[in-house]
Structure formats: structure tokens, C-alpha cells
């Protein structure tokens, strides 16, 4: 499991949004509160979070960029590129971290065993606080007639409040 994050993932109608947690943690140190955990990559276009190491994820967002531009903006076909590449290559396979993507048509879960993953219901989530979030978010789109924004945002403030490797200093992004 990836300690000191929490990434969420929300659609609904005709908007997605991604949001993010603050917190970095190393080991039971707060070591950061205000950390930026999602872009915005691909002219704006996709949305994506890691969890996991902050300088892997990195790599990760780089590489996940030139597979983008490579596969001229398809989300499904530049996550399997990644994915595969993560999974073979001698360097990119010691990487520890997930990360969560989205356009305005697609969700995506990628990870270094090569999987890439899509919900079947519009909410997704990684990280330490992923299945509090996960479980907010789907009780709040089922329950309640808010935005996708706002259920990202409350839904990571749920998960806030249970698990002590996220915070409450939110990053949201739309499209």
C-alpha cells in the first residue's frame, strides 16, 4: 500500500474531476501539508494523480506525457504503452507508485504490474486514503444530486478524517 496520499476520481454528467491531498508523509512524519499531487498534461486535456514516491511519480507523469503526445491524445492507448513499458523496463519497473487518469471520456488506474484499470462507475481513487474516498464518493453520487466537484472535494475530506496519512489541503481539477 502507498502511505501519504490520497487521489480521487469523480464523474458525473458531463464534468470529471480529480482531486488530491496535501500531505507527504515519511514514515510517521508529516513532512509536507500543501504538496501538489495532480496536473494537468496533454494541453490541458487529461488529469492526472499519483500516489506513491513523489520523485516516481514524476518519471511516471513525464513518461505518461511523451506516450500521450505519441499516441496523439488517446488516453486508453497511452496508458498501455505506459504500462507496458513499466512493467518490461529494467529501470522504470522499480518504480513505486499508481497513478490515476482521466480525460473528459475516460478513468484510468495504472500501476507497474502492468494493470490498467477502469471503474464501471465513474469513481475511482489510490493511495492510502483511495478506498475511504472510493466509498465517500460512490455513497455521495448515489445519495446526493452534487457536482462532480464537490463530491471529489468532500469525498477526500472524508477520507481526511479516517486516515492519517491524508489531509484536508485539497487540489481539485476539472474538465
Excluded at 23 to 37: D, E, F, P, Y
Excluded at 43 to 72: H, I, N, R, W, Y
Aim: net charge neutral.
Amino acid at each position: 500500500m502507498f502511505r501519504g496520499t490520497t487521489i480521487v476520481c469523480i464523474r458525473r454528467d458531463d464534468q470529471v474531476a480529480l482531486a488530491g491531498d496535501g500531505q507527504v508523509s515519511l514514515g510517521q512524519t508529516v513532512m509536507k501539508q500543501g504538496a501538489c499531487k495532480i496536473r494537468r498534461l496533454h494541453d490541458q486535456q487529461v488529469l492526472a494523480g499519483f500516489a506513491g514516491s513523489t520523485a516516481d511519480a514524476f518519471t511516471l507523469f513525464e513518461k505518461f506525457e511523451d506516450k500521450l503526445k505519441t499516441q496523439q491524445g488517446q488516453l486508453a492507448r497511452a496508458a498501455v504503452a505506459l504500462a507496458r513499458d513499466w512493467r518490461s523496463d529494467r529501470v522504470l519497473r522499480r518504480l513505486e507508485a499508481l497513478l490515476l487518469v482521466a480525460s473528459r471520456d475516460q478513468t484510468l488506474i495504472l500501476s507497474g504490474a502492468g494493470d490498467v484499470i477502469e471503474p464501471d462507475d465513474g469513481v475511482a481513487a489510490i493511495g492510502s486514503g483511495g478506498a475511504y474516498a472510493l466509498a465517500a464518493g460512490r455513497a455521495l453520487l448515489r445519495h446526493s444530486d452534487l457536482g462532480a466537484a464537490d463530491i471529489a472535494r468532500q469525498a477526500l475530506t472524508i477520507a481526511a478524517e479516517i486516515c492519517i496519512y491524508t489531509n484536508d489541503h485539497i487540489r481539485l481539477e476539472v474538465l
